[in-house]
């Protein structure tokens, strides 16, 4: 088989996993005129448990701005709530001020998460297709790859990529040597900002990256989403033909004790409002704006969180097979760079596949320059996760 990519004809690029970063990927590869498909195990385009609001940098700006048709991309920073400004502030349980710094400079915009995937599902149509549970890989002798399927159908590519997340079939098939270190786990939720829960937490809860620790190490951070247009003002203006889902201004948050559980051998299992008793017990005696967070949080969007770092890898072998975003460099969220690092994965397979499809470079020169360069700064961007801003004075006020 020619070692270059077709426009006009399959075999398509596979990609396992309807995340930003597989989506990205998606309409980078569809703008470009790549055959493309995408496969999700979800039943719709609205899962559970994936998350709320994360910070946009630069190169996720980046990444989304090369794959996004120009006015998506407009609505994507339309329907963005401001980046987090001003200071990282430490408070005690009793909201005393015991640390304060400046954030980084704000470089980016801080979105919906589900808002985002809603948005790059625009104008894909059938591309992108839900239910499907991919099951494992078969690399075939021509160089082709079929993909195995629970409901029994077998997808053939040119290139298969996982996409799938933390727990991702692909890479358990490709590497499955592949290790995690483990960094405890969170308790997350959103509370929408109603009137009196803005008027009664400081005011960096709604602009900036606050903290509030208590002796025993509980930790309560918090960050805001709040739209800098109405949604449906934005999609007229822009994309009348994308539907979002209506979302209240919120604050996202998570509780956690540092380094290890916040509950038993349950917490896995544990249904929202449980768990969001669990967390008010934690700080059943923090000041009452805190506990209000908790308290008024929208109980059936709380899910249990684990923090994982994968360890570096060697490069693997198999020439139609590759990874993207947390399939391969899972990293904590402790500086916000875990979706932005997907983004960026998928601008650069996009980017590469490109150059493939116009005979500047071998498809096979393409995959081992994305894989050479994602591996670099992927796991360069884990490996700091574990080091989060403000980390040596949030250990310093323990």
Known sequence: MADHLSTNHSPRVLIIG???GGLCLAQGLH????????????????????????????????????????????????TASPAPTGDFVLFTSTLKVIFRKPLPPAVGVAVNRQTLREILLGGLGDVVQFGREYLRYEARPDGLVDAHFADGTVETGRLLVGADGTNSAVRAQLVPDA?????????????????????AVPPEFLTGMPRAKDTQGVTLGVGAFIKT???????????????????????????????????GRQFWAAHGPDLQHIAQDLIANWHPALRAVVEQADASATFPFGFFCARPIQPWVEPAIT??????????????????????????????????????????????????????????????????????????HS
């Open 18 to 20: 309807g995340g930003v």
């Open 229 to 263: 247009e109405p949604f449906d003002q934005a999609t007229a203006r822009l994309a009348p033909e994308v539907r979002l889902s209506q979302v209240p201004d919120y604050l996202r948050w998570t509780l956690s004790l540092r380094d290890r559980p916040v509950s």
């Open 323 to 396: 990874l993207l975003g947390d399939a391969i460099h899972t990293m904590t969220p402790g500086r916000g760079e875990g979706a932005n690092t997907a983004l960026r994965d998928a601008a650069l397979l996009t980017e590469v596949l490109r150059r493939a499809t116009t005979c500047s470079t071998t498809f096979t020169e393409a995959k081992r320059h994305y894989e050479t360069e994602m591996l670099h700064y992927g796991f360069e961007a884990a490996e700091n996760s574990t080091r989060p801003y403000f980390d040596e004075a949030m250990r310093r």
């Open 179 to 199: 290790e995690f270190d483990d960094f405890g786990r969170s308790i997350y939720g959103k509370t929408p900002i109603a009137a009196d829960l803005r008027a």
């Open 31 to 78: 703008r470009a005129g790549v055959p493309v498909a995408v496969f999700d195990r979800a039943a719709s385009p609205v899962p559970d448990q994936q998350g709320y609001g994360f910070s946009i940098n630069r190169h996720g700006d980046d990444a989304l701005r090369q794959c996004l048709p120009p006015r998506l991309y407009e609505l994507y920073r339309a």
